[in-house]
């Protein structure tokens, strides 16, 4: 990473910020953004309404020129997140340019396999978004983030914030090696699981897709959701190399969830960090799987055999009628 300082950071700086009280946070914020806001540049608060009041009250008669985002909704899920970034910084600075932001994730609420997915994504971010010229400071509120979170954060950002002083994190992983050693194989599919096995073929698995999406209750949108899911994760394995694949579904509370398993036939190892970028003007290899994970709650790979995908999409289920 290379400075320039007459514009500031060139290319893509990744920061944390660990902060236990109001006064911690402003200290960190305030600088970065009132040293952006000098600088011409664009600069997003992505964290909470009480974090966004708090820097507006402190920024004063320059608050204006601040860009804000309610981070609960500024990207639900990973996937989403990366969009939001790579839009905020095309809309903000269409011609390029620095743009800053003050990203803090979302961790109450989340589950184990939620919160080791936003974890991933955070060391992904690294390699993601290398190429936008950009400094990302990711604040995380100790008073309320679990200690896990805490710890994957000093693994997951090269350097972190302490008012205006930056340090580097001494624990920091490599993105690929910390995708690596946090992955755990994932448990088999349940015994009762419907399967169609090989030879499948794209308009067999649509046909079996259409009928285990009836078979949950699934209708309208989510039934074509569960069918171009199914197509397009066969689709993209497929043009990894892969000769067919092994499809088992089945249901839990809330979810459907699809494990494609490759057969043998050369296919190339599907990257910890593919399909988070959403497609640009020209054809992209990993199109196809963003499409599933926008379409889906989750979905992860395993570098098994030809490649495994395990998608889970989430069932509104039946409705509850209240009556008066």
């Known amino acids: 990473?290379?400075?320039?300082?007459?514009?500031?950071?060139?290319g893509f700086v990744h920061q944390a910020c660990l902060y236990e009280d109001d006064d911690e946070f402003l200290a960190m914020a305030v600088p970065f953004a009132q040293e952006g806001l000098a600088r011409g540049e664009p600069v997003l608060a992505a964290t909470t309404p009480a974090n966004i009041q708090l820097l507006k009250d402190a920024l004063?008669?320059?608050?204006h020129a601040l860009d804000t985002?309610?981070?609960?909704?500024?990207?639900?899920?990973?996937?989403?997140?990366?969009?939001?970034?790579l839009r905020y910084a095309e809309r903000a600075r269409p011609a390029g340019g620095t743009v800053r932001m003050i990203a803090e994730p979302v961790w109450a609420g989340k589950c184990a396999r939620q919160r080791a997915e936003w974890?991933?994504?955070e060391?992904?971010?690294?390699?993601?978004?290398?190429?936008m010229d950009a400094r990302m400071i990711c604040p995380y509120d100790t008073r309320t983030v679990p200690a896990d979170v805490v710890e994957a954060a000093w693994a997951t950002h090269p350097g972190h914030v302490v008012g205006d002083l930056v340090l580097p994190c001494g624990t920091y992983t490599e993105p690929a090696a910390y995708a690596a050693a946090a992955e755990r194989p994932l448990p088999p599919p349940p015994a009762g699981a419907a399967l169609l096995a090989p030879p499948t073929g794209l308009a067999a698995l649509r046909r079996f897709a259409r009928v285990r999406a009836e078979t949950a209750g699934l209708a309208g949108q989510e039934a074509a959701s569960a069918e171009t899911a199914a197509n397009e994760a066969l689709t993209w394995l497929l043009s990894l190399g892969a000769a067919d694949a092994e499809i088992r579904v089945w249901e839990e509370p809330g979810a459907l969830l699809w494990d494609l398993l490759a057969t043998e036939g050369g296919a190339a190892a599907p990257g910890p960090f593919a399909g988070y970028v959403p497609p640009g003007p020209a054809a992209g290899p990993d199109d196809g799987l963003w499409l599933v994970r926008s379409l889906c709650e989750s979905v992860e790979l395993r570098a098994e055999a030809g490649g495994r995908l395990r998608l889970r999409l989430r069932c509104s289920g039946p409705r509850t009628l209240l009556w008066p």
């Open 1 to 10: 990473m290379s400075t320039d300082r007459a514009r500031g950071p060139v």
């Open 119 to 121: 974890k991933r994504m």
């Open 60 to 63: 004063g008669e320059t608050a």
């Open 69 to 85: 985002a309610d981070t609960s909704y500024f990207g639900r899920r990973p996937v989403d997140r990366v969009s939001a970034f």
């Open 123 to 131: 060391s992904g971010l690294n390699v993601l978004l290398a190429r």
